[in-house]
T-cell receptor, first 116, second 113 residues
Framework: AQKVTQAQTEISVVEKEDVTLDCVYE???????LFWYKQPPSGELVFLIR??????QNEISGRYSWNFQKSTSSFNFTITASQVVDSAVYFC?????????????FGAGTRLAVHP | DAGITQSPRHKVTETGTPVTLRCHQT?????MYWYRQDPGHGLRLIHY???????DKGEVSDGYSVSRSKTEDFLLTLESATSSQTSVYFC????????????FGPGTRLTVT
């Protein structure tokens, strides 16, 4: 069965430190998609990135970067020069295309606290 | 932002009472989902809908039912609320393909006393 593991429950860093959030997934599908969502203290879920299983190129967006490695079934998220506004819970998710319907399997989340 | 609203945003209810949560979307998305969020579990799928009057169970569907009489509305009902259903409930919409991200509503915090 599909599964997403975020082993880091909580991470605490000081502003301007780099931080990497780990995500390991399990799937038997050959075509799949991975996602990262951010949940700030206000509670809403914000979509950050989508990656398909055929594209292992790393992606960078400003201070955010993502490293996808199929060989290790990992899709890690790095924040460079962290800021207090990055404090949030971050969720990694795997799409499950089952019976023609798209469902997301979420990890338990990693709570990131960035201190001034 | 897919134009998703949820009502109510907060609710406190007593054990054994029925509760209905509403999700409304303005994007005409075919697929809609209900999740619950609990510490240590991330988000877990309760039910989903793939069209008007077409629904199916998710991972944690026991004690919940859903209905979708219009494309824009997806209702989640707790027939007889229990304390274990205290949670934050999120509605989401998304496309047919797994390449489509899901967009989430603001959430409803439900407390069952």
């Amino acid at each position: 069965a599909q599964k997403v593991t975020q082993a880091q429950t909580e991470i605490s860093v000081v502003e301007k430190e780099d931080v990497t959030l780990d995500c390991v997934y399990e799937t038997r599908d050959t075509t799949y998609y991975l996602f990262w969502y951010k949940q700030p203290p206000s509670g809403e879920l914000v979509f950050l990135i989508r990656r398909n299983s055929f594209d292992e190129q790393n992606e960078i967006s400003g201070r955010y970067s993502w490293n996808f490695q199929k060989s290790t079934s990992s899709f890690n998220f790095t924040i460079t020069a962290s800021q207090v506004v990055d404090s949030a819970v971050y969720f990694c998710a795997l799409s499950e295309f089952s019976g023609g319907y798209n469902k997301l399997i979420f990890g338990a989340g990693t709570r990131l606290a960035v201190h001034p | 932002d897919a134009g998703i609203t949820q009502s109510p945003r907060h609710k406190v209810t007593e054990t054994g009472t029925p509760v209905t949560l509403r999700c409304h979307q303005t994007e005409n998305h075919r697929y809609m989902y209900w999740y619950r969020q609990d510490p240590g579990h991330g988000l877990r799928l309760i039910h989903y809908s793939y069209g008007v009057k077409d629904t199916d169970k998710g991972e944690v569907s026991d004690g919940y039912s859903v209905s979708r009489s219009k494309t824009e509305d997806f209702l989640l009902t707790l027939e007889s609320a229990t304390s274990s259903q205290t949670s934050v409930y999120f509605c989401a919409t998304g496309g047919f393909s797994p390449s489509y991200e899901q967009y989430f509503g603001p959430g409803t915090r439900l407390t069952v006393t």
